[in-house]
């Protein structure tokens, strides 16, 4: 073969031109005779340098949630809104780190004697005692008899996923009931672990609230011993969650089928302003004696997005069954990432151990829920100033970071596409997104897309 | 007011549903079994439990300085410094940190490599280096489901767990010479010949873990050239680029004479050791592709991957990572900060080599000096293992792997006397 020169700088040809370099560069002049021997005379030889064995690997689908964000960045607009992902943003449309959050940062940064070596498998201990407490209570008689597992994870979404692979090694009963509709990544992290997805009915679209007959005879009819995806409180997308006397309802159905509650608590403090009240759906079911897995999250009301910190507990019976299952959390754990990240954990542990620490963090949880429900009030007001057919007191009504409009897919294109508003195509909208800059901006587009859009 | 109220009702209630409830409850999960400890996590467990003031961890592959303490480097400390305060954080894209990645890809295809200029490698952030492997495996069972691995006898221990649970089947290649206590090199290659084409093999780009023993140069062109022959595809595992010789360059020469052979390959890196950054969990996997439509095809693919597994990688790791690479003065520091770790290594190597020799060790340490990067395969048996716990306080896993880091000036003697002890009526 001749060598080319290096006329043309392609890629095809960049290759083609290292290949010939090494063939003519190698010293071996055994294995160089056998290598050209076999390159030019055998055609159905497997060696096939430039063959990927991915070769015909299909495109994946856009993220439906994180491709909003995505979408929302190409758009050249000034008047571009980004209401798609749950990520809380301040008046200003700024992202918010936290002051006890930097705070924290600084004690840890300041620190000489912390190092960055592996966490247990479990992950960071103090984090995961004090997760407990928060989300189960200070003095839940389940922490205080010592039979609950708390483990740390990647966030909400790694709690999840961890608590879905123990069940499908573990638990006799394969399939999940979720609501419907809920966040889009469930029914995939479930489904990958090899559970079973089925949905019960959770939200009636005629009064934008909670069909709450449907949900009870759904779990009625669900065979006895399958597990149940709740969400604590603040339900996404939807924000409509049950009263606490239809918790209690779904409480003594489910003990009575025997069906496992595995609850998602990505919003508490978030809902309400209130950390307890945020997770009396959990407590009651604790309260009970049975037991149950819980996902938490600090992604939201901490702000700790990117440093993916959660936690699963699974609260057992007995002390030797909590040692037992947190055992075989262990062997899910390591052939997925070892152990779990440790910035985001010593974080959190610094806030919730110290007093000070965890009383101003309530103070900025509270202020955040507090302008998103000052959101959800303007956004009201604005479409009632208009006269925007329909009932719109759902907005109000509904609780936590997103409003399910109830707009359709086709107005929602419409108002992205002439009013540049991201969100995703369930209509669901970030209220954490909007300010009262761009409130009647919003308004407009939702009295545009409900009065020109069928 | 309201939720006291709330709080009282529910009470009542409570108590009279919570007899019923705990009386005709059981536990779902009475039937668990008690989870086999994992090997080698499980030995620092055990090694904190001591009590004794000689204990020595030479278990799991954390460094460890001169005084035995674990090393924070210097340049991770001014990259914390200058990016704490200055970020927020949002979450990643599900693919990582585009910054970080770039910079991780030069480190193992070369800082002007052809492949990056020309967009052909799909990479995302991955969980450290078990992330890294983890998603791999997943995504070849996913894209090709009649795929097995292949894996070298001995690997890591993680390795095999992590194929298990991507539920791709295991098979297995000769690697490491017991008797030589080097590499079995005549039999890895009648596996890669015998093996059917196609196979998926998994290759210790340097500083194999447990063995330290890793191909010469002139060995790997030949293990390149025969997967040519065959088509098979090597997926790299590349832990420890910089901590085997000093030199991060050299330590990724086995990738780059696949690179120049033009295989088309996978990468798991990790920063876990050779930044010191362990617990953030900071890695990367690449899988090099034909052509940029490719490149972007796949990474899609293994980003639907990670999504439903953690959705986004965590950032700060990440941070650190951009801000030392892509800062010239804190990249030199690092490059420096390596060189003194893998010197002190090779250093503790020689030491505990020539402290065995004197004291009249019947047997050959050699491998003790052959063998790079942070372990050494002994050739301890499981028992004498055992007897170097039970009596002289020393753990490490059982297989005989001593992680060469938790080796000082002030244990060498120590280590090598109890050693002599249990190995030399062998």
Not at chain 1, 150 to 169: D, I, K, N, P, W
Not at chain 1, 213 to 222: H, I, N, T, V, Y
Not at chain 1, 253 to 278: H, I, T
Not at chain 2, 30 to 47: N, T
Request: include cysteine.
């Amino acid at each position: 073969m001749r060598p080319q020169t290096h006329s043309s700088s392609s890629s095809t040809d960049r290759r083609l031109n290292s290949l010939l370099r090494h063939l003519q560069n190698n010293s071996n002049s055994i294995i160089m005779d056998s290598q050209t021997t076999i390159i030019s005379s055998s055609p159905t030889s497997a060696f096939n340098t430039n063959h990927s064995v991915f070769a015909n690997i299909p495109q994946g689908p856009e993220d439906p949630i994180l491709g909003v964000t995505v979408a929302y960045n190409k758009d050249p607009s000034p008047i571009k809104l980004n209401l798609g992902v749950g990520a809380y943003r301040t008046e200003e449309g700024k992202p918010l780190v936290l002051d006890v959050v930097r705070r924290a940062e600084q004690i840890i940064l300041n620190d000489r004697s912390r190092v960055k070596e592996y966490l247990p498998i479990t992950g960071l201990p103090d984090f995961n005692k004090f997760s407990a407490k928060l989300i189960f209570g200070n003095d839940s008689p389940a922490i205080q008899e010592n039979r609950i597992v708390t483990v740390q994870c990647l966030s909400g979404t790694g709690s999840l996923r961890v608590g879905a692979e123990f069940l499908a090694r573990h638990y006799h009963e394969r399939t999940i009931y979720i609501p419907q509709p809920t966040w889009g990544n469930h029914p995939k992290v479930f489904t990958i672990a090899g559970l079973s997805v089925k949905y019960y009915r959770y939200y009636d679209p005629t009064t934008r609230g909670l069909d709450f007959q449907g949900l009870l005879e759904d779990l009625r009819s669900a065979p006895s011993g399958a597990i149940v995806l709740l969400h604590a409180c603040a339900h996404n997308p939807t924000g409509v969650d049950p009263t606490l006397e239809q918790w209690e309802q779904i409480r003594q159905l489910m003990r009575s089928r025997g069906l496992l509650p595995f609850f998602d608590s990505a919003y508490q403090g978030f809902a309400s302003g209130n950390l307890d009240a945020d997770a009396q759906s959990v407590r009651i079911f604790v309260a009970d004696g049975g037991e149950c897995f819980a996902a938490q999250s600090y992604a939201k009301n901490m702000g700790l997005y990117g440093e993916r910190v959660g936690a699963l507990s699974i609260v057992c019976k007995s002390t030797d069954v909590a040692s037992r299952v947190e055992s075989q959390l262990k062997l899910v754990i390591r052939p997925m990432y070892s152990n779990p990240p440790i910035h985001g954990a010593s974080i959190v542990a610094t806030i919730l151990k110290d007093r000070n620490m965890f009383s101003e963090w309530t103070v900025e949880l509270k202020a955040m829920a507090d302008r998103i429900i000052s959101m959800r009030q303007q956004l009201f007001d604005a479409l009632r100033a208009r006269g925007t057919p329909g009932d719109w007191s759902h907005i109000i009504k509904q609780i936590g970071m997103f409003t399910f409009t109830g707009l359709n897919t086709e107005q929602v294109k419409f108002m992205t596409k002439e009013y540049h508003i991201y969100m995703t195509s369930d209509g669901r909208i970030s209220m954490a997104g909007l300010s009262s800059r761009t409130v009647p901006h919003l308004a407009d587009a939702i009295h545009a897309a409900v009065t020109r859009v069928a | 007011m309201a939720s006291r109220l709330a709080t009282n009702n529910q009470r009542i209630i409570i108590d009279q549903t919570s007899k019923l409830g705990t009386r005709l409850m059981s536990s779902w999960w009475q039937g668990i079994q008690p989870a086999a400890k994992d090997p080698i996590l499980g030995v620092s467990e055990a090694f904190l439990a001591d009590p004794s003031p000689d204990k020595v961890n030479v278990g799991v592959g954390a460094y460890r300085d001169d005084n035995g303490k674990p090393v924070v480097l210097e340049c991770v400390r001014e990259a914390e410094r200058r990016i704490a305060g200055n970020q927020n954080m949002e979450y990643l894209p599900m693919g990582g940190s585009v910054k970080m990645v770039e910079e991780t890809l030069k480190l193992a295809y070369g800082e002007n490599s052809d492949f990056i200029k020309d967009k052909r490698i799909a990479a995302v952030q991955a969980l450290s280096g078990t992330g890294a492997c983890r998603l791999f495996a997943d995504f070849q069972k996913r894209f090709r489901p009649e795929s097995q691995i292949y894996i070298p006898v001995p690997t890591w221990s993680n390795h095999h767990n992590i194929w298990r649970d991507a539920n791709v089947p295991q098979r297995v290649f000769h690697y490491y010479h017991p008797e030589t206590k080097g590499l079995d090199f005549a039999a890895l290659m009648d596996d890669v010949k015998n093996s059917p084409n196609g196979s998926f093999f998994l290759l210790h780009a340097c500083a194999h873990n447990p063995t330290g023993v890793d191909p010469t140069e002139e060995q790997w062109r030949e293990i390149s050239y025969q997967f040519k022959v065959k088509g098979h595809f090597p997926f790299f595992d590349m832990a420890y680029q910089g901590f085997a010789s000093g030199d991060p360059e050299r330590d990724a020469k086995s990738i780059r004479i696949f690179l120049e052979d033009g295989h088309l390959i996978g990468c798991a890196q990790s920063y876990a050791k050779n930044m010191g950054l362990y617990g953030q969990r900071v890695g990367c996997l690449s899988v090099l592709c034909e052509d940029e439509k490719q490149a972007v095809a796949v990474k899609s693919q293994l980003q639907q991957l990670a999504r439903p597994m953690y959705s986004n990688p965590p950032v700060h790791g990440a941070l650190i990572v951009s801000a030392i690479l892509s800062s010239p003065d804190l990249k030199s520091l690092w490059l420096k900060e390596v060189k003194v770790m893998a010197d002190r290594i090779i250093g503790m190597r020689t030491s505990l080599k020539e402290n065995l020799e004197k004291l009249g060790s019947p047997l050959s340490w050699e491998h003790v000096t052959n063998q790079i990067g942070m372990f050494c395969y002994s050739g301890m048996t499981p028992e004498q293992v055992d007897r170097l716990t039970s009596e002289y306080h020393i753990y490490m896993t059982r297989n005989g792997r001593i992680s060469m880091a938790g080796v000082t000036t002030g244990n060498v003697g120590y280590l090598a006397n109890a050693i002599n002890e249990v190995t030399k009526s062998a």
